[in-house]
C-alpha cells in the first residue's frame, strides 16, 4: 500500500551539467515557495515528517531553498537529502554565501553530492565544494557522495582520490568498491568521544547504472525481485511544473505515476493513487507479480530486466490493462 513518509521537491528543471545518463525532463517551469509551502502544510496535517531536494540543481534555486527549509523547521519536520552536483558556483564567495544561507536557514539533513564518471566534476571543484560544506554546517560529516558505477571507472577513481587528498584523508574501499572518505581524527575517535563532526567521514555510495533498452537493459540473467517500490518508493515528489508523483524513480514523469498537483488537498492525492492500476502493481500486487500476469495473458516482453524502475517505465509507456 502507498503511504507517502516524505516529500522531495524538485523547484527547477533547470541544471548547468549535461550528464549523459540523466532521464530528468528540461522545461521552464519552475515551483514556487509558496506552493511548496502551502503542500509542506497539507502533507505535514497528514503524517508526513521529512522533506528533501532534488532536480534538476535544486541550488539554481537558492531562494527555494532557504524558504522552504526555513518553513520546515518551523513545523517541526526533519530532512533527508538536498541533492546536488557541487558544479553550479561561479566562485568561492557565492559557494559559500549560498551553502551559509541553506544552512542558517535550518537545513540539517545531509548534502548529497551527485559525483560519478557520467558528472565529470573536475576533482578540485569537488574538493572545493566539500570544504565549503564542512564550513558551512561547522561538520566534516554533513556530507555523502552518491555515485552510478560505469563501465569505465579509472578517471573517476583518481578523482576522488585526489579529492580525499586534497580535504587530508583517503579513500577506504570495501568489497572492491570506494566505500567512504576518511581521515585519521576520524580513524581515532571511540564511543566516548564527543559527536562534534571534527573527523572526516564521506560514505560513498554506489548504484548500478539504470540502462536503457538500447544499452541492454532487457539482457538480465533473471528477473528483478520484488521489493514493492521501498528504494524508491513512497515519496511524494513534487515536479517543478507543480505535478506530484509517488516516487523518484525516473519512471516518475510518466502519468501514470502523478497522482495530481501540489494545489490539491492531501486526501484527493491519495485517492488518486488509490485508483491508480500502476501504482497499485506497485505497491501492492508487486511488479514482479504483475509480470508475471501479464505474461499468463500472452504478453512477451523483450527479455528479461533486473531493474524494476526500467521495467515500471516500460509499462508506463507501452499502456499494458493493469486494471
Known amino acids: 500500500m502507498f503511504q507517502p513518509e516524505e516529500i522531495i521537491f524538485a523547484p527547477t528543471g533547470r541544471c548547468n551539467l549535461r550528464c549523459p545518463h540523466c532521464r530528468v525532463a528540461r522545461g521552464p517551469a519552475e515551483l514556487s515557495s509558496a506552493d511548496a509551502v502551502a ?18 540543481e535544486p541550488f539554481l534555486r537558492p531562494d527555494f531553498l532557504v524558504e522552504v527549509s526555513r518553513a520546515a523547521v518551523e513545523r517541526g519536520l526533519f530532512f533527508d537529502r538536498l541533492m546536488t552536483n557541487g558544479d553550479w558556483w561561479k566562485d568561492e564567495e557565492g559557494l559559500r554565501s549560498s551553502l551559509a544561507a541553506v544552512c542558517e536557514a535550518g537545513f540539517d ?3 548529497g553530492l551527485s559525483y560519478d564518471a557520467y558528472h565529470g566534476q573536475r576533482p578540485e571543484r569537488v574538493a572545493a565544494f566539500l570544504r565549503a560544506v564542512f564550513e558551512a554546517w561547522g561538520r566534516k560529516d554533513a556530507a555523502e ?19 580525499a587528498k586534497a580535504l587530508g584523508g583517503r579513500v577506504e574501499s570495501s568489497d572492491g568498491e570506494p566505500a567512504r572518505v576518511v581521515d585519521a581524527a576520524y580513524l581515532a575517535r571511540s564511543e566516548s568521544d564527543p559527536d ?60 501514470e505515476l502523478i497522482v495530481g498537483t501540489a494545489r490539491d488537498s492531501y486526501d484527493a492525492l491519495m485517492r488518486n493513487a488509490a485508483e491508480r492500476p500502476l501504482i497499485r502493481a506497485c ?34 509507456r507501452r499502456g499494458f490493462d493493469l486494471g
Do not use: Q
Not at 503542500?39 to 534538476?56: K, M, T, Y
Not at 558505477?149 to 582520490?161: K, M, N, Y
Open 39 to 56: 503542500f509542506l502544510d497539507a502533507c505535514a496535517e497528514s503524517g508526513v515528517e521529512r522533506i528533501g531536494f532534488s532536480g534538476g
Open 109 to 111: 539533513g545531509i548534502v
Open 145 to 163: 557522495i552518491l555515485s552510478v558505477r560505469s563501465p569505465d571507472d579509472g578517471a573517476f577513481l583518481a578523482g576522488l582520490d585526489e579529492v
Open 196 to 255: 562534534d563532526g571534527s573527523g572526516l567521514l564521506v560514505p560513498v555510495v554506489r548504484s548500478p547504472l539504470s540502462r536503457s533498452a538500447g544499452e541492454g537493459a532487457w539482457d538480465a540473467s533473471r528477473w528483478f525481485a520484488d521489493d514493492y517500490c521501498a528504494g524508491p518508493g513512497n515519496v511524494l515528489y513534487v515536479h517543478p511544473d507543480g505535478s506530484v508523483a509517488v516516487c523518484c524513480g525516473f519512471a516518475n514523469e510518466n502519468p
Open 283 to 316: 505497491y501492492e500486487t508487486g511488479l514482479g507479480e504483475t509480470r508475471k500476469r501479464l505474461e499468463a495473458s500472452g504478453v512477451k516482453f523483450p527479455g528479461k530486466t533486473g531493474d524494476a524502475c526500467f521495467f515500471c517505465d516500460y509499462l508506463c
